[in-house]
């Protein structure tokens, strides 16, 4: 397990630009898979970004309706991971989570992330 520790979130009017940041505990941080979900109000949590681990060679992969707006990136060096959010809209309102798993390839569904940070709301206003 790895405990992961999220920033960043704030109330931003729409067109601007927010960036997550997500700390983890541990020594073997590049060893996970980590990855940005988010919950909007009475929706189900849903995945937005993630990156894979090292060894499946550290590349992103992004929900189809994130793409080109929000970059996902991690410093191995600094244990930390990055949600960078562009051009955000109040359909991006949530609490952002950041999330971390052990699994190779690609990762994508709740229950393939084993550790979850508390969350950080991002609100968009219009």
């Known amino acids: 397990q790895v405990q992961l520790v999220e920033s960043g979130g704030g109330l931003v009017q729409a067109g601007g630009s927010l960036r997550l940041s997500c700390a983890a505990s541990g020594r073997t941080f590049s060893s996970y898979a980590m990855g940005w979900f988010r919950q909007a109000p009475g929706k189900e949590r849903e995945f937005v970004a993630a990156?894979?681990?090292?060894?499946?060679?550290?590349?992103?992969y992004y929900a189809d309706s994130m793409k080109g707006r929000f970059t996902i990136s991690r410093d191995n060096a600094k244990n930390t991971v990055y949600l960078q959010m562009n051009s955000l809209e109040p359909e991006d309102t949530a609490v952002y989570y950041c999330?971390?798993?052990?699994?190779?390839?690609?990762?994508?569904?709740?229950?393939?992330?084993?550790?979850w940070g508390q969350g950080t709301q991002v609100t968009v206003s219009s």
């Open positions: 999330a971390a798993s052990s699994y190779y390839g690609s990762p994508r569904r709740l229950n393939e992330f084993g550790s």
């Open positions: 990156v894979r681990r090292s060894e499946s060679g550290g590349s992103t």
